[in-house]
């Protein structure tokens, strides 16, 4: 009953939206919108009975009613608390799913290079839009469904063939306003061309604590050997929920790096899907998340080999505290002509009470004989001994767990190439463990 | 272990050697499933109320989850199996009451020599008591006397519902019930016979039982219900083995094999599976969608499941064990090979619930030609479950740029203090591996057989010796021709 309620809370509200943008709704990409919200109407919220819904049950998300919000004013000092210490970068501030100008700081860019709202560029340049809306995030459940229904601003990021941006981007996400359960849909598209490259942050953080729900979709698109860095850190307060789709599409001899760090949230699903549909690819996911409570963290990734010789590398870790629970589910595709494909995928995670639980479905589904592809899976808890080693050279039980936790984690933090990002997750890890 | 190089005969009668179909007079249900099917076959077979009863019930189930919910979550293609199309009950008319073999139909004699499990030799030889299944009736049974020295029941289900209905009652359904799956509950209503035994206390049985099943007759679909039961200390090691006439429609086989190990027993089930799989162009072959099940419900019990699956068209099948008693242990041991147009979806479960229980998965899975090969399997880890270790590997090994290997493994854990590990790899058969034996001057065939009989020693050496051998043999028969 819950569940016909919130499809037709939300199919009402776009309605309303609808009735208020007499100047679009002619336009190709309202046309877009209306088929999502009839997808929408058709596929609904995701149940407990669909196969990649399993183990995570949004029940609890709808039990509210979530609606979009305005952008609120926040102060300097508010942005201030969640920039990375050190670090230079093209600042974009993103308020419940709107650009915010003013508080973003763009440095001036080599010629074509855009970072601009999604909101703007529909104006200005709606064939860019066109061309990639939509094209790579396919519709296949609930969420995407809304998110594209409901599409209106994010950030866009496109680069041209030979460019390059110096510095991360930095997008950092507020929700909240204190009123409103607030609802947040930001679009984002990555566009990168030839030989050029790109490294973005994309974080997440509440500014009330009040329930509120963020459904991002990414669309990322790499030209012929570029290369792209997409460093995501999820922090948001325990009682928000976040839905995030990233679907990346690689052409020949690029290189992704996808890094998730998930520490808040009450229930988070991370869906991370690249194609890597040219030869010489490399796609590399790494993924932490630390859970308390009862937090609810679900990963799910999917590597499509479409080609052959492309290499994708895998390594997912958790540590699960209280009653907490992670889901891990990745999915390695290699179509029938991907032959001389190299697949590596890890999963592991440690278990520190009796009350959380992990599921995990690494799954393989192999097309082509000429392959490599390996996965290994681990679950336990600490081991015991290691804390004996550690204790009886005088390490406080709580310390020497503490230290051998933030060993596990390293493998993850040994990915990343900048220090100042390392140190300033690595702190956060650390304050988490408290 | 030797790879035996298969000589020029075997090469070639490689392609399905059990291929022939015996003549004997069948007393047939007319085709079809109802209510009345299932009083016909329960009358035919002398059954007491109560088994009526349970298989009505059954019945009354299985028609509740028809169609919209039969299983379509396996990563199999097939068109729909039509129930109403299939003979449910076939018995050689000649019901022979045994003394001893002489009074076998000669036929039916032949064939299991073509089988080459000659009873005579069977008993002079190997000392293997067989309760060879012809059909669906149980056509002879032999060593029965020595076993029973021993307090060993070992008959087929029908004669153990007549003359051991208070074990039957006990333990049928207890750990596969009629509300377990579609083909569970359609094998429940409609079982015609199987393989019952039950071990008494303290007792480690002398020999390997084992059951030789077939399918004759076309159109029959074969429902074999097995149940064995091992009470405290109690030891069986079990094997079963399969071949069936080449028939041109898609023959169903929807078995139900239910184990029982009490506190301190021990349970081995092996089996090897050759049944028809189809022709070149997947034409043909048997649907093997089985139910196999252990419960380990003493203390210090343990289940070992081995198999060996080389043939159907397409096989659907998860032996799996409940580990309830502390301190059990469950293992599972499985070569699973496709060629042509073969499909299969097999793996296992494993249900961790008492506390220090172990698992051990080892899966090989081989997929050549156009075939599809997938392992899926469960390990669960309920909260209470202390301890509990699981080790899991499953491999896969594709010949030819054709095929598909694919893991679906889920894996729960709802404990801390369990250790749950879990590898998998996917590769070809490695070009230097080749070259290596090549340039010795073995022939390309033989090379890769040995290979491939290397790959699956893990499982193979699980196998009671006259398994692994026949196993080795077949492994070469099902991968002839695919290396192009």
């Known amino acids: 009953m819950e569940n016909i309620k919130s499809k037709d809370w939300y199919l009402t509200n776009f309605k309303t939206i609808e009735g208020s943008i007499n100047g679009e709704s002619k336009t190709p990409f309202h046309e877009l919108r209306r088929k999502a919200i009839e997808k929408f109407e058709e596929v609904d919220f995701p149940t407990a009975k669909d196969e990649d819904w399993k183990y995570t049950s949004i029940s609890e998300i709808l039990k509210y009613k979530f609606e979009s919000a305005e952008t609120i004013k926040v102060s300097k000092e508010e942005i201030n608390k969640h920039l990375i210490p050190g670090l230079k970068v093209n600042l974009v501030v993103v308020i419940n799913g709107n650009f915010s100008k003013e508080l973003s700081h763009i440095h001036k860019q080599a010629d074509g290079v855009r970072i601009d709202s999604f909101k703007n560029l529909r104006k200005s340049d709606p064939d860019l839009i066109m061309e990639h809306f939509g094209k790579h995030a396919q519709i296949d459940n609930g969420f995407v469904a809304l998110n594209t229904a409901f599409a209106n601003d994010g950030i866009v990021i496109s680069v041209p063939d030979n460019a390059a941006i110096e510095d991360y981007v930095h997008i950092l996400n507020l929700t909240g306003n204190g009123t409103s359960n607030v609802l947040s849909q930001p679009r984002n598209l990555v566009i990168i061309g030839k030989n050029s490259a790109v490294k973005v942050i994309e974080s997440y953080h509440s500014i009330s604590d009040t329930e509120s729900l963020v459904n991002v ?88 080999h479409a080609k052959p010789h492309c290499r994708s590398n895998e390594m997912y870790k958790g540590v699960l505290n209280d009653k907490s629970r992670g889901v891990f589910n990745g999915k390695v595709f290699v179509r029938e002509d991907a032959q001389k494909t190299n697949a590596y995928q890890s999963n592991k995670a440690i278990l520190l009470t009796a009350d959380c639980k992990v599921d995990t479905k690494p799954q393989l589904e192999i097309y082509a004989d000429d392959v490599k592809c390996s996965h290994g899976a681990a679950i336990g808890q600490l081991d015991e001994e290691a804390v004996f080693y550690l204790r009886s050279r005088g390490i406080g039980e709580e310390l020497a767990r503490k230290v051998l936790i933030r060993a596990f984690a390293n493998d993850i933090f040994e990915t990343l190439t900048s220090a100042e990002l390392h140190d300033h997750l690595n702190h956060l890890v650390y304050d988490k463990l408290k | 272990m030797s790879t035996e190089l298969s000589n020029v005969e075997e090469l070639a009668i490689k392609d399905y050697k059990y291929g022939f179909q015996t003549e004997i007079d069948m007393d047939t249900l007319p085709k079809g499933l109802s209510e009345e099917t299932v009083r016909a076959i329960s009358l035919r077979k002398g059954e007491p109320e109560w088994m009526l009863e349970w298989r009505l019930k059954a019945y009354r189930h299985w028609l509740t989850i028809k169609k919209e919910n039969e299983p379509h979550w396996a990563n199999l293609k097939f068109p729909d199996v039509d129930f109403q199309d299939i003979i449910y009950y076939a018995a050689p008319k000649q019901k022979p009451v045994i003394n001893s073999l002489d009074e076998v139909d000669p036929e039916l004699l032949k064939t299991f020599e073509k089988l080459g499990i000659s009873l005579q030799e069977q008993k002079r030889l190997s000392g293997v008591a067989v309760d060879a299944v012809f059909d669906s009736v149980s056509v002879t049974t032999t060593f029965k006397a020595e076993l029973s020295k021993h307090g060993i029941i070992f008959c087929s289900m029908s004669e153990a519902v007549k003359e051991h209905p208070e074990l039957v009652k006990k333990y049928i359904g207890s750990v596969v019930p009629y509300t377990d799956n579609f083909y569970a509950a359609l094998n ?217 290997a694919h893991t679906f493994p889920y894996i729960e854990v709802g404990n801390p203090s369990a250790k749950v590990e879990h590898e998998a790899t996917t590769s070809k058969i490695g070009e230097d591996q080749l070259f290596y034996l090549r340039q010795r001057g073995i022939a390309m065939e033989d090379a890769i057989n040995m290979i491939v009989n290397g790959y699956c020693k893990d499982v193979f050496r699980e196998l009671p010796m006259e398994f692994a051998v026949e196993a080795q043999k077949l492994l070469s028969i099902s991968l002839e021709g695919s290396v192009g």
């Open chain 2, 188 to 404: 429940s209503a409609v079982f015609s016979d199987g393989s019952f035994c039950y071990i008494p206390k303290g007792v480690r049985c002398p020999m390997e039982l084992s059951t030789y099943f077939r399918i004759n007759t076309s159109g029959t679909g074969q429902f074999e219900r097995t149940l064995l039961i091992a009470d405290n200390g109690g030891y069986v090691s079990y094997l079963e083995g399969c071949t069936a006439p080449m028939r041109d429609e898609n023959q169903l086989h929807a078995a139900v094999v239910e184990l029982i190990a009490l506190d301190d027993a021990t349970i081995k089930y092996s089996t090897v599976q050759n049944w028809y799989p189809g022709d070149k162009e997947g034409k043909g072959g048997i649907y093997n969608f089985v139910t196999k099940r252990g419960a380990c419900r003493g203390v210090n019990s343990k289940i070992t499941w081995t198999q060996v699956e080389t043939g159907s068209a397409i096989t659907w099948k998860y032996p799996s064990c409940i580990l309830q008693g502390d301190n059990s242990i469950g293992e599972f041991y499985s070569v699973a090979v496709t060629n042509n147009h073969q499909q299969a979806d097999t793996g296992t479960k494993m249900i961790h619930l008492g506390r220090n229980t172990k698992s051990t998965i080892v899966s090989k899975g081989i997929s050549a030609g156009k075939s599809n090969n997938s392992y899926r399997g469960l390990v669960r880890v309920h909260k209470k479950a202390e301890n509990a270790r699981n080790f899991t590997q499953c491999d896969s090994l594709l010949i030819g740029d054709r095929c598909g």
């Open chain 1, 217 to 304: 979709v990414n669309e990322v698109s790499l030209g012929e050997n570029s290369h792209f860095g997409l460093y995501k850190l999820q922090k948001e307060c325990n009682r928000s929920f976040h839905i995030n789709r990233t679907q990346a599409h690689q052409s020949k001899g690029s290189e992704f790096t996808h890094f998730s760090i998930t520490l808040g949230g009450s229930i988070v699903r991370n869906d991370t899907n690249i194609v890597l549909d040219g030869e010489n690819c490399t796609g590399n996911l790494f993924g932490l998340y630390l859970t308390e409570g009862t937090q609810h963290v679900d990963n799910h990734t999917l590597i499509d």
